[in-house]
């Protein structure tokens, strides 16, 4: 099975920074036929179900703020929120589905 | 717009089974996969299963292969999740997800709220 790593486990950004989460796949999730990533990135708040923010390792889902964008190929790859915002404190987790569809570990993400 | 809605969780001792369900409404329920996901207590997310719009193909994760079953029923719009054997480490709330991948686990553009299962004595 494909393992999904995801650095650092835990960050804390100012309000108006950068964040930078990288997720490591174990293989490449580049699907040669069809040049897709098979990565997607997701958001959790407490007591809430995830929250789709990014397909296609770089494809933002519909209504999610264009601060949050993804980028990378193969087997790495990296969530960027330019400009964080209170709202943004949550955990956030990778997850391929080039074959079944293992979860990284999750970074929490917290207001310095 | 899609609806899903799990049931089923509670309270069960080590060893013990539990049924859970999910009910979806506002898509044509056959026509896509569906999957299984949970969230232990201070752990991360874990996708547990799938299973395509006919039944024919079902994937589990290692971890609950052998006593966890998934089933439809496309008539009732339901998807089921038949734990058995159960651990103090399958506490957690368990996830229904979709999304519009076919084929695989796919992403997951919709989720129910989650329901609670506490395997403990």
């Known amino acids: 099975d494909i393992v999904m790593t995801q650095s650092p486990d835990s960050l804390a950004v100012s309000l108006g920074e950068r964040a930078t989460i990288n997720c490591k796949s174990s293989q490449s999730v580049l699907y040669s036929s069809d040049n897709k990533n098979y990565l997607a990135w997701y958001q959790q708040r407490p007591g809430q179900p995830p929250k789709l923010l990014i397909y296609w390792a770089s494809t933002r889902e519909s209504g999610v703020p264009d601060r949050f964008s993804g980028s990378g190929s193969g087997t790495d790859f990296t969530l960027t929120i330019s400009g964080l915002q209170a709202e943004d404190v949550a955990l956030y987790y990778c997850q391929q589905y080039y074959t079944k569809g293992t979860f990284g570990q999750g970074t929490k993400v917290e207001i310095k | 717009e899609v609806q899903l809605a799990e049931s089923g969780g509670g309270l069960v001792q080590p060893g013990g089974s539990l049924r859970l369900s999910c009910a979806a409404s506002?898509?044509?329920?056959?026509?896509?996969?569906m999957n299984w996901v949970r969230k232990a207590p201070g752990k991360g997310l874990e996708w547990i299963s799938y299973?395509?719009?006919?039944?024919?193909?079902?994937y589990y994760a290692d971890s609950v292969r052998g006593r966890f079953t998934t089933s439809r029923d496309n008539a009732k719009n339901s998807l089921y999740l038949q734990m058995n054997s159960l651990r103090d480490e399958d506490t957690a709330v368990y996830y229904c997800?979709?999304?519009?991948?076919?084929?695989?686990?796919?992403?997951?553009?919709?989720w129910g709220q989650g329901t609670l299962v506490t395997v403990s004595s």
């Open positions: 506002g898509f044509i329920f056959s026509a896509y996969s």
């Open positions: 997800a979709m999304g519009p991948v076919s084929g695989s686990a796919g992403y997951f553009d919709s």
């Open positions: 299973i395509n719009g006919g039944s024919s193909v079902i």
